[in-house]
């Protein structure tokens, strides 16, 4: 038995309000949720599973969730940030609305141990979002293959650990409740979409991605599982590009990347020009996008750009 399933009927007996999805007494080992969203398919009275929380995109997703009505469990190597997330999340919302948990992503056991407290936590998980991925920029002689594998660990291997530790919780709610769908978003990026220069082990990493997503959402369907992704373009407010001293405004102006430019706000305008609406990805267009995964019964196994006109599928 799967050491989070005794937690799954522990929402019957929460008073936090949290319990949309009840527990009712099931026949034997197995469940029956009586499921209570206040909308059919709406975002709000999810437990969402957010990883990489602690800061960028992870974050506000997390924050902007919590304040769509989700009950979210934060994610990161980084605890000490994820706590503080948590704790920012908690003031605005109330106490257990959200909880912080250490997870490193590409690792099996650190995975289901943070899958086991957030189950133990809520009762559940409604919503996975696969967003922690980390970015080593360079040419194919400055990449080693030491940074290759750390790009393909976290971002590929991670999504698949991830899933792997999720789906049974998803499935078995699903189980539990048939009429009741769950899902899965990958946080991908416009480099999954079309190659990226002097960046193969990112795009890489994520072009891999969207095939897992394909390939997850093929089998999951049969499991009430959900699985989209979301393909940000470049979101230039963010930490990973505005950081002083590591952030890839200051390294692609020191590298060189683009040609002319003698300051981060050359770098900047020249990512920004090659935007059709003009600006970066902001984190409300990324939520924006997976509330619609969300809230969409009838889709799975797609990558949605986030662009601002960027990227176009054909
Ligand atoms: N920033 C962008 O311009 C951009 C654009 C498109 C897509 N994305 C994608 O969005 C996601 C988030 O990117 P971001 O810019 O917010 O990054 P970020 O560097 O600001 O934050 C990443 C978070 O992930 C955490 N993390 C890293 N490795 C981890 C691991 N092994 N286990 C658990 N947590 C880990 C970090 O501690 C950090 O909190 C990534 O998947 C990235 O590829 C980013």
């Known amino acids: 038995m799967a050491s989070w399933l005794p937690h799954l009927r522990g929402r019957l007996a929460d008073e936090r309000g949290l319990p949309r999805l009840?527990?009712?007494?099931?026949?034997?080992?197995?469940l029956r949720l009586d499921v209570e969203w206040p909308a059919a398919g709406a975002v709000l009275g999810r437990v969402a599973l957010v990883t990489g929380g602690a800061q960028g995109f992870g974050r506000e997703i997390a924050e902007q969730l919590a304040d769509l009505g989700c009950w979210v469990a934060v994610a990161d190597?980084?605890?000490?940030?994820?706590?503080?997330?948590?704790?920012?999340?908690?003031?605005?919302?109330?106490?257990?609305?959200?909880?912080?948990?250490?997870v490193d992503v590409a690792d099996e056991a650190s995975f289901a141990a943070a899958v086991e407290d957030v189950v133990a936590f809520f009762g559940g998980i409604?919503?996975?979002?696969?967003?922690a991925g980390i970015v080593r920029a360079g040419s194919v002689g400055e990449i080693t293959p030491e940074d290759f594998d750390l790009v393909t660990r976290v971002n590929y291997r991670g999504y698949f650990v991830g899933v792997r530790a999720v789906a049974p919780v998803l499935a078995a709610?699903?189980?539990a409740a048939p009429e009741h769908w769950f899902d899965i978003v990958e946080v991908n990026s416009k480099s999954g979409l079309s190659g990226s220069r002097k960046n193969f082990a990112y795009a890489g990493s994520k072009f891999g991605g969207i095939g897992l997503t394909q390939s997850f959402a093929l089998e999951l369907v049969e499991q009430g599982i959900k699985v989209n992704a979301v393909c940000p373009g470049n979101y230039l407010d963010g930490p990973l590009w505005t950081d002083p001293e590591r952030g890839l405004l200051v390294q692609y102006l020191a590298a060189g990347k683009v040609p002319g430019a003698t300051t981060v706000d050359d770098v900047r305008r020249h990512y920004e020009a090659q935007v059709p609406m003009g600006r970066g990805c902001r984190p409300a267009d990324v939520v924006r996008a997976i509330r619609y995964c969300v809230e969409q019964a009838y889709e799975t196994g797609q990558a949605i750009p986030v662009t601002g006109g960027q990227t176009m599928l054909h």
Do not use: C, K, M, Y
Not at 22 to 30: I, N, Q, T
């Open 173 to 175: 709610q699903h189980a």
């Open 77 to 102: 190597l980084n605890l000490a940030g994820a706590r503080e997330v948590a704790r920012g999340i908690n003031e605005r919302h109330g106490t257990g609305r959200s909880l912080a948990v250490e």
């Open 22 to 30: 009840r527990v009712l007494p099931g026949d034997g080992a197995v």
């Open 126 to 131: 409604d919503l996975f979002v696969s967003n």
